[in-house]
T-cell receptor, first 111, second 113 residues
Framework: DQQVKQNSPSLSVQEGRISILNCDYT??????FLWYKKYPAEGPTFLISISSIKDKNEDGRFTVFLNKSAKHLSLHIVPSQPGDSAVYFCAARDGYSTLTFGKGTMLLVSP | KAGVTQTPRYLIKTRGQQVTLSCSPISGHRSVSWYQQTPGQGLQFLFE???????NKGNFPGRFSGRQFSNSRSEMNVSTLELGDSALYLC????????????FGPGTRLLVL
């Protein structure tokens, strides 16, 4: 049973536009959510996180939105840059549990 | 501060062999987690170690094992390798269990022939 789902395997966006990556979860006990970015041949890099007590967290061009009633979170990248092209993983944790990851969405930002 | 290091970076083995992968966490980090990444499967949790004890374990067969040393360095071992064990094995460290953020190493890519 996949508790964290990223239903879009890939997303293509033009440079300068907004990229929106989506993530759904089923475990209502998840209380902390993270986004990681991964380039080929490298390990995932932490990008941004949000606690379940918030509905929005912003860091520069990256904003994460959390809708607890819908069990949905999204990552907005504005403006998108070619260097943002990577695989993005959504992850969630429940208290002291381990991280549960989605399968990832490959973002391609074209010039 | 140095990041998480993993050795070796690449490894080729044959079916039936065993393999040991090593992970050195960020200095001061005491929790180490291991993940397996295969195409289309995302990151699947293997196990987490803290203070030399396995604290959590994922849904993998007993062929997968690990340990953590007093300096927080960790090793994972896979015995009787199968073709399906070919994957990128990632190690992540954090200050403690339940820490908000895990920091990943570059991974060890294992190919089983």
């Amino acid at each position: 049973d996949q508790q964290v789902k990223q239903n879009s395997p890939s997303l293509s966006v033009q440079e300068g536009r907004i990229s929106i990556l989506n993530c759904d979860y089923t475990n209502s006990m998840f209380d902390y959510f993270l986004w990681y970015k991964k380039y080929p041949a490298e390990g995932p890099t932490f990008l941004i996180s949000i606690s379940s007590i918030k509905d929005k967290n912003e860091d520069g061009r990256f904003t994460v939105f959390l809708n607890k009633s819908a069990k949905h979170l999204s990552l907005h990248i504005v403006p998108s840059q070619p260097g943002d092209s990577a695989v993005y993983f959504c992850a969630a944790r429940d208290g002291y549990s381990t991280l549960t990851f989605g399968k990832g969405t490959m973002l391609l930002v074209s010039p | 501060k140095a990041g998480v290091t993993q050795t070796p970076r690449y490894l080729i083995k044959t079916r039936g062999q065993q393999v040991t992968l090593s992970c050195s966490p960020i200095s001061g980090h005491r929790s180490v987690s291991w993940y397996q990444q295969t195409p289309g499967q995302g990151l699947q949790f293997l196990f987490e170690y803290f203070s030399e004890t396995q604290r959590n374990k994922g849904n993998f067969p007993g062929r997968f094992s690990g340990r953590q040393f007093s300096n927080s360095r960790s090793e994972m071992n896979v015995s009787t390798l199968e073709l399906g064990d070919s994957a990128l094995y990632l190690c992540a460290s954090s200050l403690a269990m339940g820490s908000e953020t895990q920091y990943f190493g570059p991974g060890t890519r294992l190919l089983v022939l």
